[in-house]
């Protein structure tokens, strides 16, 4: 039987439920909303879509969800923009993290 390779799915798991059970029954829920992230977005006026693609390409080092920040940037510069800014963010911060 292979153990590190059952090492890392028990870890996976357990950090699964862990981020649920964070997210269920504490309050740090409420802060992560989609509505919050883009009201936080646009407030940066014309430096916004940098302030997006910045915090995006920081989010996997960080352990922000990722689904968040791209709903946000749909919300924040609509359907086009919106996935342009999230896949250059998204590009970077798997470099980044990698």
Do not use: C, H, Q, W
């Not at 981020?19 to 989609?34: D, E, H, K, W």
């Not at 509505?35 to 352990?63: C, H, Q, W």
Request: glycine share 10%; net charge positive.
């Amino acid at each position: 039987m292979d153990y590190k390779r059952l090492f890392k799915f028990l870890f996976l798991v357990f950090f699964l439920v862990s981020v649920f059970i964070l997210f269920r029954y504490t309050t740090i829920g409420a802060y992560i909303r989609p509505e919050k992230v883009r009201d936080f977005i646009n407030s940066f006026g014309v430096l916004a879509p940098l302030i997006y693609i910045i915090i995006y390409s920081l989010a996997p080092t960080l352990m922000i969800p990722g689904s968040i920040l791209s709903l946000s940037g749909g919300l924040a510069f609509g359907g086009f923009y919106g996935t342009v800014y999230t896949v250059i963010g998204a590009t970077i911060g798997s470099s980044v993290s990698y």
